[in-house]
């Protein structure tokens, strides 16, 4: 398995609150992805990273922040946690110009009550 | 904006029947990935075609790629219950390798 870390697994909070959750790497890969996964929908991406510091939005980011301080670790931010981001989120990684796949992470299961 | 596109959404068939999960999207693209999916597990690479009549196989399972008709196939071989999973699709949208996903096929194989 490619090293990538997502903590903390499992969550449950309360709606309103900031929730940040952690995906950490050690490939080394350039690009890293939070996707949300709800029955139904598949995957959809939240944000993306294509460098420290260079972070861009998916198609589902509203709500969401991101942050990315070190090429290792994508932090994924709900700012105020509502009951519809209650999912469960994957972090996922990709080298750098290689002709492979992306990698994901465990995932994390978030209840928002 | 790019859509993926699986069907069936769900499938149950017998042990030892072949089947074929389609992978239709809607924008060029030359890369496509399928990946399983365990109950409560992440997500496991399959395959990873990268160019028109890309064909790969892999035990009972096999796909292939169609980038004129934007159109990958997994095609199941004699199928037995450790197949049972979630299978999707995925298709790379830009040199930013943003996956955008289907909505996933639901394998049960049934003895």
């Known amino acids: 398995d490619a090293g990538i870390t997502q903590s903390p697994r499992h969550k449950v909070t309360e709606t309103g609150t900031p929730v940040t959750l952690r995906c950490h790497q050690t490939e080394n890969h350039r690009y890293m992805y939070w996707y949300r996964q709800d029955p139904g929908h598949g995957l959809r991406l939240i944000h993306y990273?294509?460098?420290?510091?260079?972070?861009d939005k998916g198609e589902v980011s509203d709500g969401y922040s991101v942050s990315r301080s070190k090429t290792e670790d994508f932090l994924l931010t709900l700012e105020s946690a509502t009951s519809s981001q209650t999912s469960v989120y994957f972090c996922?990684?990709?080298?750098?110009?290689?002709?492979?796949?992306?990698?994901f992470g465990q995932g994390t299961r978030l209840t928002v009550v | 904006e790019l859509k993926v596109e699986q069907n069936p959404l769900f499938l149950s068939m017998q042990e030892g029947k072949n089947y074929t999960i389609y992978c239709n999207y809607s924008t060029t693209s030359d890369r496509l990935y399928w990946y399983r999916q365990d109950p409560g597990k992440s997500l496991e690479s399959l395959f990873v075609?990268?160019?028109?009549?890309a064909v790969k196989q892999e035990g009972r399972l096999m796909a292939s790629l169609d980038t004129k008709a934007r159109l990958s196939t997994l095609h199941i071989t004699a199928a037995v219950h450790d197949l049972s999973a979630t299978y999707f699709c995925?298709?790379?949208?830009?040199?930013?390798?943003?996956?955008?996903f289907g909505g996933g096929t639901r394998l049960m194989v049934k003895p």
């Open positions: 996922a990684t990709y080298p750098a110009g290689g002709n492979t796949e992306a990698f």
């Open positions: 995925a298709v790379d949208r830009s040199a930013g390798n943003m996956l955008t």
């Open positions: 990273s294509y460098g420290v510091k260079d972070t």
């Open positions: 075609l990268l160019s028109n009549g």
